[in-house]
T-cell receptor, first 118, second 115 residues
Framework: GAVVSQHPSRVICKSGTSVKIECRSLDFQATTMFWYRQFPKKSLMLMATSNEGSKATYEQGVEKDKFLINHASLTLSTLTVTSAHPEDSSFYIC??????????????FGPGTRLTVL | AQTVTQSQPEMSVQEAETVTLSCTYDTSESDYYLFWYKQPPSRQMILVIRQEAYKQQNATENRFSVNFQKAAKSFSLKISDSQLGDAAMYFCAFTPQGGSEKLVFGKGTKLTVNP
């Protein structure tokens, strides 16, 4: 249980285009999902908290117009990187909590998406 | 502000030996949760162990155990009988009970297991 998937696992795009990354909870419903960014050999940096049916909460310094988050259902959150630039190249990871478990504080992570902007 | 510090950027251990990874944290909260996550080369974050701050008993999961010292705000991970598959980045993380639900991560420790 508590399986989180991400799609695509890798994406390469041209500068100026937009890219959408999907995060799905496969065997549970998640009212809250989290989006992280990880630079090489660095720790995870929280970008935003995605709430089903409402606007995402962005961390300080994260451009909400550039990183659009939509949590349209209890099993799907999407992150769209708009007008991507090479500096947006990174590893993006989502996570979710499983409300069925007594350990609702625990986040389960997707496998990540490697974004390369040329 | 809550912070998590991992003072060992890299550690190495011989296969079958025991290694301890250090983690300290800073918080004014009294109720919170602490975690160790493992990130192997595949980059999939895997939960290793979880500790509830209100429990004095140290959490254990097979070969993995923690030494939780609440007063010292210390949360170290001990890996016994190290295996080649234990090689990974290990991240210590903290989240307060309720509230923002955010996970605060340390910078990680890269563990190498030598055959």
């Amino acid at each position: 249980g508590a399986v989180v998937s991400q799609h695509p696992s890798r994406v390469i795009c041209k500068s100026g285009t937009s890219v959408k990354i999907e995060c799905r909870s496969l065997d549970f419903q998640a009212t809250t999902m989290f989006w992280y960014r990880q630079f090489p050999k660095k720790s995870l940096m929280l970008m935003a908290t995605s709430n089903e049916g409402s606007k995402a909460t962005y961390e300080q310094g994260v451009e909400k117009d550039k990183f659009l988050i939509n949590h349209a259902s209890l099993t799907l959150s999407t992150l769209t990187v708009t007008s991507a630039h090479p500096e947006d190249s990174s590893f993006y990871i989502c996570s979710a909590r499983d409300p069925r478990r007594s350990t609702t504080d625990t986040q389960y992570f997707g496998p990540g998406t490697r974004l390369t902007v040329l | 502000a809550q912070t998590v510090t991992q003072s060992q950027p890299e550690m190495s251990v011989q296969e079958a030996e025991t290694v301890t990874l250090s983690c300290t944290y800073d918080t004014s909260e009294s109720d919170y949760y602490l975690f160790w996550y493992k990130q192997p080369p595949s980059r999939q974050m895997i939960l290793v162990i979880r500790q509830e701050a209100y429990k004095q008993q140290n959490a254990t999961e097979n070969r993995f155990s923690v030494n939780f010292q609440k007063a010292a705000k210390s949360f170290s991970l001990k890996i016994s009988d190290s295996q080649l598959g234990d090689a990974a980045m290990y991240f210590c993380a903290f989240t307060p009970q309720g509230g923002s639900e955010k996970l605060v991560f340390g910078k990680g420790t890269k563990l190498t297991v030598n055959p």
